[in-house]
């Protein structure tokens, strides 16, 4: 089947569901109202707007962050890019698929409704020319506009006496405006991670604000020269999480006074007072935590008890002078131009895409976010399952059983990250992506591994990138995608293979005993 379909948003995740969907032979238009691709990384952002700020370096590698169809040029050491490079990876995937002539520049999606015939109306207008409306008629509609879009501002106690100024992150591009302030910065997250710490460099003083020590994941962590997500393992997932939890709070207390740097010790420090490190989102950047360690950053996390004029009062009585504050609160979703359905929760779609009542009609691309892992390869596996779906090659499951899928993983990501409530994008990457394959037909774990006992080995103690799930399936490229898994070195020694894989089977044994919680099912 051929179908019609409109992509709102020409960012990452807009940009990978018109190449899916053009690799199965759809017709597709994607309106964004920039005139440029990249979503929040494109090259010209106005004052007002969501984007990268000047100092941009992404929170998880090369290899985590570029789709499987399109991968880092062979031989790229695994890094992490700077905005600038991910926007020109975003411009030579573009190009080099033909995505470019789809797109729609500076056109205002206004609303998306249900028509007679079973299609949707998607009524538009020119930015230059807002009073100019028109209305394009589909068979579908795959909503990719973002997360990071509507600052979440939040109201303080007090805020009303604060002479101040407030701002919020998603406007920050350089730390010069703050240059001999007294800041407070409220939250703490990876854009925050890097905000906070450029303010207290030149900041009069800096204070940070926080509910909760987010968990905090070192860029190179312990020193070695692996990224953070090269630990993103099979292996190392079939710890169960209540022996990962406790080695890893073992581990914290250790390095508290045995750390090799002061930086590590300040890690481990941070760390050490969450107990439930792997309920929560991983703060995948440690840069504010060089700013405790030279004492240019304060941090206070008995919460805000009220503002006045030039200060801020804490819980614990501590009082500090501010003129300025820094909301570093994250987004609010906003999908006010749906005008056929109320969508308040992604947990509440099958994969954080497909609302029961909606089906094929309208879908989300980019509402999964892994704790540990990147976006785009989430919005990968969903473009690939929208295309499929609507070619006609896979079928949704019957409504009972779709309810049945979204409860079940709904439950499971409210008690495995318990510790952020409110960030309902949150899932676990590896369950995420595996049980996604199995739907697509596209699982790593293929029968042909027994004739190649080299992949299936890197399969199981290598980074789990997005390029593992090209290797068998729809649109697969075995050669390519296997060349691209076997570049890419494992993090763990051979020594550490081996006591991981001991912990798992003793942790799974305790498990059988009753002695050990189970994890709970996605």
């Known amino acids: 089947m051929r179908k019609s379909v409109c992509v709102i948003g020409a960012g990452p995740s807009g940009l990978v569901a018109i190449k899916e969907l053009l690799d199965e032979g759809h017709e597709v238009t994607c309106f964004d109202r920039n005139t440029d691709l990249g979503g929040v990384f494109r090259e010209e952002v106005g004052a007002d707007e969501a984007g990268a700020y000047d100092s941009t370096m992404l929170t998880i590698s090369n290899y985590m962050m570029t789709f499987s169809s399109f991968p880092p040029p062979l031989g790229q050491e695994r890094r992490y890019w700077s905005a600038a490079e991910y926007r020109q990876y975003l411009r030579d995937f573009a190009e080099t698929f033909d995505l470019v002539d789809t797109i729609r520049y500076k056109t205002d999606v206004l609303s998306v409704a249900r028509n007679d015939s079973g299609g949707y109306d998607v009524e538009v207008a020119s930015v230059d020319a807002p009073e100019n409306r028109t209305v394009h008629r589909f068979d579908s509609v795959a909503v990719s506009t973002g997360t990071h879009r509507v600052p979440n501002y939040i109201d303080l106690p007090g805020q009303e006496d604060f002479a101040g100024e407030i701002v919020h992150s998603a406007h920050y591009r350089n730390a010069e405006p703050f240059r001999g302030k007294r800041v407070l910065c409220v939250g703490i997250g990876e854009?925050?991670?890097?905000?906070?710490?450029?303010?207290?460099?030149?900041?009069?003083?800096?204070?940070?604000?926080?509910?909760?020590?987010?968990?905090?994941?070192?860029?190179?962590?312990?020193?070695?020269?692996?990224?953070?997500?090269?630990?993103?393992?099979?292996l190392l997932h079939s710890?169960?999480?209540?022996?990962?939890?406790?080695?890893?709070?073992?581990?914290?207390?250790?390095?508290?006074?045995?750390?090799?740097?002061?930086?590590?010790?300040?890690?481990?420090?941070?760390?050490?007072?969450?107990?439930?490190f792997f309920h929560h989102f991983l703060t995948k950047n440690d840069a504010f935590i060089h700013r405790i360690v030279d004492s240019t950053l304060t941090v206070n996390a008995s919460g805000i008890e009220r503002l006045g004029k030039d200060y801020v009062l804490f819980k614990d009585g501590r009082r500090e002078q501010i003129d300025t504050i820094m909301l570093n609160t994250g987004y609010v979703e906003d999908f006010g131009i749906l005008k056929n359905v109320n969508v308040t929760d992604v947990r509440r779609l099958y994969k954080h895409m497909i609302h029961p009542d909606l089906g094929l009609g309208v879908v989300f691309i980019g509402w999964a976010r892994p704790a540990a892992g990147g976006v785009p390869a989430c919005s990968e596996m969903q473009s690939r399952y929208f295309a499929l779906l609507c070619s006609g090659k896979q079928e949704l499951p019957d409504r009972v059983r779709l309810q049945n899928l979204i409860e079940r993983q709904a439950s499971y990501e409210n008690e495995v990250f318990h510790g952020n409530p409110d960030l309902r994008t949150l899932v676990h990457y590896n369950h995420y992506m595996l049980d996604f394959a199995k739907v697509l037909g596209c699982l790593p774990w293929h029968p042909a591994l027994v004739l190649d006992p080299r992949l299936a080995l890197r399969l199981w103690c290598g980074s789990q990138t997005p390029h593992v799930f090209r290797l068998f399936g729809p649109h697969s490229s075995h050669r390519a995608a296997r060349r691209t898994v076997m570049s890419l070195p494992p993090a763990f020694t051979p020594a550490q293979v081996l006591g991981i894989t001991a912990v798992s089977l003793a942790s799974r044994a305790l498990i059988a005993l009753g002695l050990m919680k189970r994890d709970p099912l996605y």
């Open 191 to 234: 854009t925050a991670a890097d905000v906070v710490s450029e303010i207290a460099q030149v900041a009069e003083s800096c204070v940070l604000s926080v509910r909760r020590y987010q968990p905090i994941v070192e860029r190179y962590p312990a020193g070695r020269p692996f990224t953070n997500d090269a630990y993103t393992s099979q």
């Open 239 to 276: 710890v169960p999480l209540a022996a990962a939890g406790a080695f890893m709070r073992l581990g914290m207390n250790r390095n508290k006074s045995r750390g090799k740097t002061a930086a590590a010790r300040a890690v481990a420090a941070w760390n050490a007072r969450n107990p439930d």
